[in-house]
């Protein structure tokens, strides 16, 4: 089974969805935003609908490798062994395997592609087979696919860490307590990723 992210051109920005057993992008990439996440200065109008982040979060380590969403203390946790590297259109994605069940993977990318961050996520959820707000580790994230397979264990959840940039967390596990509730797993990675780059 192929499960690599796909293009697919659409609207005028980039975010991804959970989609079958491939998670795939809407839209046609904007240009790349700044690594530095010092300042969240943004061009989005009063009108949007996004929450904004509480604090910026350091972002240098993750917008050129996604495996650095993650300490070892959170692999640990989650039971995940060293991710795999991989470049994008979307940005630098990076897939961790479960170390006791290989078939059980989430991937993980932070989407450079979009300068809008959460709110273009906001902006396309017409699209969406669910759509559901929540937090983790205080920061605003959204549940969201293009297909509902959270009962085959498949979840997909957008977390910002600046209010340019948010990262895409694709959980897509067949076995165990993860397949039964999937949105979970990336509940707890969304957790573990934020302390990570608390920790800078």
């Known amino acids: 089974m192929n499960r690599r992210l796909l293009a697919v051109p659409a609207l005028a920005f980039a975010v991804l969805a959970l989609a079958g057993c491939a998670g795939k992008t809407r839209g046609t990439p904007n240009p790349e935003p700044t690594a530095d996440s010092g300042s969240s200065e943004t061009s989005r109008s009063a009108a949007d609908s996004a929450p904004r982040v509480p604090e910026?979060?350091?972002?240098?380590?993750?917008?050129s490798d996604a495996c650095n969403t993650i300490?070892?203390?959170?692999?640990?946790?989650?039971g995940l062994g060293d991710?795999?590297?991989r470049s994008t259109s979307n940005g630098p994605s990076c897939t961790f395997q479960e170390a006791?069940?290989?078939?059980?993977?989430?991937?993980?990318?932070?989407?450079?592609?979009?300068k809008n961050g959460l709110q273009d996520v906001y902006d396309t959820k017409g699209n969406d087979a669910y759509f559901e707000e929540t937090q983790a580790g205080g920061y605003p994230v959204v549940y969201a696919a293009a297909l509902d397979d959270r009962k085959n264990g498949k979840c997909g959840l957008f977390v910002?860490?600046?209010d340019e940039l948010t990262v895409n967390i694709l959980v897509q596990y067949d076995h165990g307590a993860g397949a039964a509730d999937?949105?979970?797993v990336a509940q707890k990675f969304g957790e573990a990723m934020i302390s990570t780059?608390?920790?800078g």
Request: glycine letters at 10%; hydrophobic letters at 30%.
């Open 100 to 114: 006791a069940d290989p078939g059980n993977q989430i991937d993980v990318t932070t989407v450079t592609a979009n």
């Open 71 to 78: 300490n070892g203390d959170g692999r640990s946790s989650l």
């Open 83 to 85: 991710g795999s590297s």
């Open 197 to 199: 780059l608390k920790e």
């Open 182 to 184: 999937p949105c979970s």
């Open 56 to 63: 910026p979060l350091n972002t240098a380590n993750i917008t």
């Open 160 to 162: 910002a860490v600046t």
